[in-house]
């Protein structure tokens, strides 16, 4: 079954980069080059699906495609990758590329290409040209595979599962700290990672949009705001819930109700061909009915996968617009100085028709 298994899935996982390759170098003939070499981590795993992408280059050219890696991962790249392999070091591995190059016009991600890093391309490919690029496959990851769903399906059931767990943790006299390390532990336990640092702000640091767990302890009475995610197999996943202990004031209340009110006007909205920017809309225009547009002092979301933040971005000044197969998040949020903040974050997916919610873990009635 075991082996059987394997194979089958590695076929399947083949010809996912196979179609991605397909749709990248159609991009790359719409941008004018012959040729694309990949730096970014992300970008590296999305097209061969090696674990180490921070270790490992990827030349795409019309007729075919390498990744370039070293002998500490030769085991695993080749168990791993859906792409080719060439094990070697730098200045080996340019020496390799550029018999491929030699006249070619080649791009380059300038998002993710050090200054050293493009003088090294000058220095072994002397008769390429090269082009700076930006956002290319970035771009084509928008759009998920199935099996990029299931996999953050799964990392945000996870998510999901441990929330609940830890939920009845959050009392008064605990500290911020314990709450994330009890989160942490629990993600790590069962394989995964936490997808960023765990976010757990109580009272008023309920205000810091970021704020990483403290030493503050819990009080009675105060609002909990906590962000977190799972890293399972690669792709992450992003939930806010912001939690109640004991009984919060009436402003606070006040403020929770409506921050949910936006969230839930901007999750309705969902569905392919709206402009990200219009959903951004959304939410802002219910906070500012509640004379809170000034606290939402963040945008509204953001695409989820092999980062925590990628395309589409769902801000005010986006160009972008949904279509299905895309994993966002909605996440408003209300922030008072000195008083406390809420923000309430779900994962979605947009479908052919619509939507599917992701995150399950309950919103409680504060
Ligand atoms: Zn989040
Ligand atoms: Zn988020």
């Given at each position: 079954m075991g082996r059987q298994h394997e194979q089958a899935a590695g076929e399947v996982l083949a010809?996912?980069?196979?179609?991605?390759?397909?749709?990248?170098?159609?991009?790359?003939?719409?941008?004018?080059?012959?040729?694309?070499?990949?730096s970014h981590p992300a970008n590296v795993r999305a097209l061969t699906g090696f674990s180490s992408p921070e270790d490992g280059r990827v030349l795409v050219t019309p007729d075919a495609a390498t990744l370039y890696t070293d002998a500490r991962y030769t085991v695993q790249a080749r168990e791993e990758s859906g792409l080719p392999q060439f094990i070697a070091r730098p200045p080996e591995t340019f020496k390799h590329?550029?018999?491929?190059?030699?006249?070619?016009?080649?791009?380059?991600?300038?998002?993710?290409?050090?200054?050293?890093?493009?003088?090294?391309?000058?220095?072994?490919?002397?008769?390429?040209?090269?082009?700076?690029?930006r956002g290319m496959i970035q771009g084509l990851r928008q759009i998920k595979t199935a099996q990029e769903i299931a996999a953050i399906r799964a990392a945000q059931n996870l998510a999901d599962q441990?929330?609940?767990?830890?939920?009845?943790?959050?009392?008064?006299?605990?500290?911020?700290?314990?709450?994330?390390?009890?989160?942490?532990?629990?993600?790590?336990?069962a394989g995964a990672g936490s997808a960023f640092g765990v976010i757990v702000a109580s009272g008023p640091r309920g205000a810091m949009p970021h704020g990483l767990a403290s030493e503050r302890v819990i009080g009675d009475g105060?609002?909990?705001?906590?962000?977190?995610?799972?890293?399972?197999?690669?792709?992450?996943?992003?939930?806010?819930?912001?939690?109640?202990?004991?009984?919060?004031?009436?402003?606070?209340?006040?403020?929770?109700?409506?921050v949910l009110e936006a969230e839930e006007a901007a999750i309705r909205a969902v569905k392919p061909g709206v402009r990200a920017a219009d959903l951004d809309r959304i939410a802002r225009d219910v906070l500012t009915g509640h004379g809170l547009g000034e606290a939402f002092a963040h945008s509204l979301g953001h695409g989820v996968g092999l980062e925590v933040h990628e395309g589409p971005g769902l801000r005010g000044t986006s160009e972008d617009v949904l279509a299905a197969g895309m994993v966002i998040t909605i996440e408003p949020g209300a922030y008072l100085p000195d008083v406390g903040g809420v923000r309430i974050e779900d994962l979605l997916l947009v479908t052919t028709d619509g939507y599917q919610v992701l995150s399950h873990a309950p919103k409680e009635p504060v």
């Open positions: 010809s996912q980069f196979m179609s991605q390759l397909q749709q990248l170098r159609d991009a790359m003939r719409g941008a004018g080059v012959d040729a694309l070499w990949v590329a550029a018999a491929l190059l030699k006249g070619q016009t080649v791009g380059f991600e300038s998002d993710s290409l050090t200054v050293a890093g493009l003088d090294d391309l000058k220095e072994h490919w002397p008769d390429a040209k090269l082009v700076p690029l441990v929330f609940n767990e830890v939920r009845p943790m959050i009392i008064a006299e605990v500290r911020e700290l314990d709450i994330a390390l009890e989160i942490e532990t629990r993600l790590r336990r105060e609002l909990v705001t906590v962000d977190m995610g799972a890293r399972l197999s690669g792709y992450n996943s992003d939930m806010t819930r912001t939690v109640a202990v004991g009984t919060p004031s009436d402003e606070m209340r006040r403020v929770y109700h409506a």
